[in-house]
């Protein structure tokens, strides 16, 4: 974990953009004053960073400790992945949610199933307009890193078509799915009372 550290108040160098060390005594006034005050913006940033790691470390670990505490109530060992929780206070006002979210990657058989829903496209829309080939050919477009939309793709799978052909595309297109890692959120939410809307509490500067 990186921790904070306080800039040098009077260091005998500032370094420039290009990489040239400048004699402090020669830095304009102004120069000095903004880089005093990012350094301290930044220096008090980077503490409250390494704060909400600490924090959401801690508050992962005693949900899941609970959990297991919870389960050996039962005997009920629990093991593998650990997957979504979410826990609710005794009035129904305050939950604690931890979502995992998988970070999937398509392998070559992407390719196979693309050949055989371009198939479909080309048989179906043989006597129509291209609308269906456009909004398919958005599902497998990539971005500027040539990642796919996974959102996109994976809406391919939940449309009801009983085509042989597109059914086939759709199993090479689960089997071309990975998991290659995985991400935990660990989520606040509070209310006035029971029967109140949930409001998050959020721990994102950008919107506090």
Not at 31 to 55: G, P, S, W
Not at 59 to 71: K, R
Request: hydrophobic share 40%.
């Amino acid at each position: 974990m990186t921790t904070a550290t306080q800039p040098k108040q009077n260091p005998e160098y500032l370094t420039n953009q290009q990489g040239h060390l400048v004699p402090f005594n020669l830095v304009p006034e102004l120069d000095k004053d903004r880089e005093e005050l990012i350094n301290d913006i930044f220096a008090e940033a980077i503490e409250i960073r390494d704060q909400m790691l600490t924090f959401k470390q801690s508050a992962m670990g005693d949900v899941h400790a609970f959990v297991e505490l919870a389960a050996e109530k039962y005997n009920a060992k629990l093991g593998g992945k650990k997957g979504n929780i979410s826990l609710l206070n005794f009035d129904g006002t305050r939950k604690i949610q931890i979502q995992v979210a998988d970070h999937l990657h398509f392998d070559e058989r992407l390719l196979a199933a693309k050949a055989l829903v371009d198939e479909c496209i080309h048989e179906w829309t043989a006597d129509s307009n291209d609308n269906i080939k456009a909004l398919i050919e958005h599902a497998f477009q990539t971005d500027k890193e040539g990642n796919l939309n996974t959102g996109r793709v994976l809406g391919l799978m939940r449309l009801a078509i009983t085509d042989e052909k597109w059914i086939q595309a759709m199993a090479a297109l689960k089997d071309s799915m990975q998991i290659i890692s995985s991400t935990s959120y660990i989520r606040l939410y509070q209310r006035e009372s029971a029967n109140a809307k949930f409001q998050a509490i959020s721990l994102d500067m950008a919107t506090v």
